[in-house]
């Protein structure tokens, strides 16, 4: 199972200070580390054959589910829900973990974070709720006999972890090279199915998808830099002002 959030195009994001948001008509794409997740899981399907992948995503995600489809993977779950849109991000873990628990699976993969919630916080809450051990930072993956050797990235080098799945694997960039859909992969992809999902086909009761954080509006702070203006100075005295200064400060 590969989970894969959409979110506004980094490079396109610009922000509206009358709306406190991002711009309405930002190009959405696919949040980077989960492309890496999503290609993790098509080399341990290329690798080990016998592999069925499923990519899920929560919100309006069908532009990046036909990228995951078109990459390779079998079929795609996308949880579509007025009542989830806006959901906080233990709303947004309980709704996956719903998918994840209907559907069974064996191994996880996760972005490390989203480029723009970027709480990273639905992976290990994914742990939680569906109680198996979630590896973070992961920039190395192999797989032999049934385990996994998984190094994730630590300050100033690396950590080798050997673990038996059903586990979470968050991805960071590191990890491998997404590829792009060939156009085998985009033609085959209109023939693989992507099944929608409500709250209540997940059985979801309301009290569950009541968010308990509420985000207010986004703003840029002001830019606060000091300083200094000569004023009524003749042009000698303000350049000797100015080598001063700056000499004060060792920038000559
Ligand atoms: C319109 C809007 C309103 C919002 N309002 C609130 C609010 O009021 N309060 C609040 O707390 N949050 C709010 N959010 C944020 C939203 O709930 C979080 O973005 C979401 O819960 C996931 O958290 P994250 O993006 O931090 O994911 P992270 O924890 O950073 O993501 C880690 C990984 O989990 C997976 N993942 C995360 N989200 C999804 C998803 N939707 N589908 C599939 N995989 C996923 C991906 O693999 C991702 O790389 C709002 C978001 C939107 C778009």
Same mark, same amino acid.
């Given at each position: 199972?590969?989970?894969?959030?959409?979110?506004?195009?980094?490079?396109?994001?610009?922000?509206?200070?009358?709306? %406190?948001?991002?711009?309405?008509?930002?190009?959405?794409?696919?949040?980077?580390?989960?492309?890496?997740?999503?290609?993790?899981?098509?080399?341990? #399907?290329?690798?080990? %054959?016998?592999?069925?992948?499923?990519?899920?995503?929560l919100?309006?995600?069908?532009?990046?589910?036909?990228?995951?489809?078109?990459?390779?993977?079998?079929?795609?779950?996308v949880v579509e829900?007025? *009542?989830?849109?806006?959901?906080?991000?233990?709303?947004?873990?309980?709704a996956?973990?719903?998918?994840?628990?209907?559907?069974?699976?064996?191994?996880?993969?996760?972005?490390?974070?989203?480029?723009?919630?970027?709480? %990273?916080?639905?992976?290990?809450?994914? =742990?939680?709720?569906? !109680?198996?051990?979630?590896?973070?930072?992961?920039?190395?993956?192999?797989?032999?006999?049934?385990?996994?050797?998984?190094?994730?990235?630590?300050? !100033?080098?690396?950590?080798?972890? !050997?673990?038996?799945?059903?586990?979470?694997?968050?991805?960071?960039? %590191?990890?491998?090279?997404?590829?792009?859909?060939?156009?085998?992969?985009?033609?085959?992809?209109?023939? #693989?199915?992507?099944? @929608?999902k $409500? =709250?209540?086909?997940?059985?979801?009761?309301?009290?569950?998808?009541? $968010?308990?954080?509420?985000?207010? =509006?986004?703003?840029?702070?002001?830019?606060?830099?000091?300083?200094?203006?000569?004023?009524?100075?003749? @042009?000698? $005295?303000?350049?000797?002002?100015?080598? *001063?200064?700056?000499?004060?400060?060792?920038?000559?």
């Open positions: 199972m590969v989970l894969v959030k959409q979110v506004p195009d980094p490079n396109a994001v610009r922000f509206d200070p009358r709306a %406190g948001d991002i711009q309405s008509g930002t190009p959405q794409v696919a949040n980077e580390y989960d492309l890496h997740a999503m290609e993790a899981a098509i080399r341990i #399907k290329e690798q080990q %054959g016998d592999v069925e992948i499923v990519a899920v995503s919100g309006q995600a069908r532009e990046t589910l036909n990228r995951c489809l078109a990459m390779g993977a079998d079929r795609a779950i829900d007025a *009542a989830l849109a806006s959901g906080d991000s233990a709303v947004t873990a309980k996956l973990a719903a998918v994840l628990r209907a559907e069974g699976f064996d191994l996880i993969l996760v972005g490390q974070e989203t480029s723009d919630g970027g709480t %990273g916080s639905v992976g290990p809450a994914l =742990a939680a709720l569906l !109680d198996v051990p979630v590896v973070s930072n992961v920039v190395a993956l192999e797989q032999q006999d049934g385990r996994l050797t998984v190094q994730r990235e630590i300050e !100033d080098g690396r950590q080798v972890i !050997d673990l038996a799945p059903p586990a979470i694997l968050c991805a960071l960039s %590191g990890l491998n090279e997404p590829r792009y859909p060939s156009l085998k992969g985009i033609m085959a992809a209109r023939r #693989k199915p992507t099944e @929608a $409500s =709250a209540a086909d997940l059985g979801l009761e309301a009290d569950a998808v009541q $968010s308990r954080v509420s985000w207010g =509006a986004l703003f840029v702070e002001e830019e606060t830099a000091e300083g200094i203006i000569l004023k009524d100075v003749d @042009a000698d $005295s303000a350049v000797d002002q100015l080598v *001063a200064f700056l000499q004060e400060r060792k920038l000559v």
